[in-house]
């Protein structure tokens, strides 16, 4: 794993526990912790995962023209919030960007809540969408489900074409309704994107 630079937090007020962002190691060391005992639908262990995950965002992150920094930390917290007693504001106190924290806000499925939504709030967060399409790519591995049940497989490989066309519709949406970007920076419609 690439070792990440400790940024200082941009005149930002300390957490707690930190005034430095967590390096990729430390997140990969606190997701660890934080996922023991939790087993995958193989029965391996759940840390897997989100390793594989950041592993492919860390190649996947500069074409996509997000921080590949950020979208480390993001696949190393994002089923943290969703499957463990970790919360967006222990996060924020353990010194993760906003944009971390936004990203892994916009991960983290809520109880009852429909997919389409779900992934509508994905879709608005490039981040989120890094992170999505490797944890989509990683859930619906071949190799991954040739461990399950042949009825498992094809009900899960279902399920996840249809969520990554799904998020790829949204985020089309969701990139013809913003404003375009002039090369100057600023928001407007004569621009050149």
Known sequence: MERSVRPERDGAAAGPTSSMVPTIEETAAFATTMHAGQLD???EEYIGHPMRVR????RTAPAAGVDPVHAQLAALLHDLVEDTSVTLEELVARGYPPQVVAA?????????EPTEAYLGRVATN???VVVKRADMADNSDPVRLGRLPAEDADRLTTRYAGRKALLDDLVAAAHASAP???????????AIT
Request: proline content about 3%; overall charge neutral; hydrophobic content about 35%.
């Open 126 to 128: 490039p981040v989120a």
């Open 41 to 43: 639908k193989a029965g």
């Open 104 to 112: 892994v806000d916009a991960l983290s499925k809520r109880e009852g």
């Open 55 to 58: 592993a492919t965002v860390e």
């Open 180 to 190: 375009a970007i002039t090369q100057t920076g600023n928001r407007g419609d004569s």
